[in-house]
């Protein structure tokens, strides 16, 4: 079977045809997939924020110019999905304070000991502003400036919910490092 190649599979999509937009879905969905669980609480809500995503990109697809990658372009309709499913949900939960640990300094090669699934999880349990933040910063690279208009929040906001997501990031790393069997037993 040939493979279609992304200009012919657009211009299917242009033309609404449910062959080619089947084509440009199952070539990009599993690393669209991964896009909006960056912004997701879970999976469910990841495969409705990439299903939603897909029904923009395909009404707007006559949209792409051609101008940067296509890819880029679904990207950040994907993004703007999730984002717009966070600024409906409308509600800021409330941050409890978090205890100090009282832990020493913890060795910089900590992270090491740590798993890409082990760093997500800790991603996905911070509220979600802070997670919505942390991720359009430090994953996807916009400014403070950026975040703040798409959250509607100031650039004071966005960086101040930066800065406390990494803190509490900091304080997961130490919790495990010092819960860590080996940690216990070199004492």
């Known amino acids: 079977m040939k493979r ?3 200009e012919d599979i657009v211009k299917g999509c242009i033309s609404g045809k449910r062959k080619a937009q ?13 896009v909006c669980l960056y912004y997701s609480k879970d999976y469910t809500e990841a495969e409705d924020t990439l299903h939603e995503g897909f029904m923009k990109v ?3 697809i006559s949209q792409f110019q051609g101008k940067g990658s296509l ?10 999905t999730a ?3 966070y600024r409906k949900k409308a509600q800021l939960y409330a941050i409890g304070d ?3 640990t009282g832990y020493d300094i913890v060795p910089e090669n900590v992270i090491d000991d740590l798993s890409v699934q082990d760093i997500l999880n800790m991603v996905r349990e911070l509220s979600p502003q802070y997670k919505m933040v942390f991720n359009l910063f430090a994953i996807d690279g916009y400014s403070h ?9 100031s650039e004071g906001t966005s960086k101040s919910n930066l800065a406390r997501a990494r ?14 069997a080996s940690y216990k037993n070199a004492k």
């Open 98 to 100: 978090h205890i100090n």
């Open 22 to 34: 089947e084509q440009l879905f199952n070539r990009l969905s599993e690393e669209m997939f991964g």
């Open 83 to 85: 984002l717009e499913k």
């Open 4 to 6: 279609e190649n992304l």
């Open 145 to 153: 400036k950026e975040i703040g208009e798409m959250l509607g929040i």
């Open 167 to 180: 803190y509490i990031l900091q304080e997961k790393v130490k919790k495990n490092f010092y819960s860590n």
């Open 71 to 80: 890819v880029g372009w679904i990207k950040r309709i994907m993004i703007n």
């Open 58 to 60: 395909f009404q707007k």
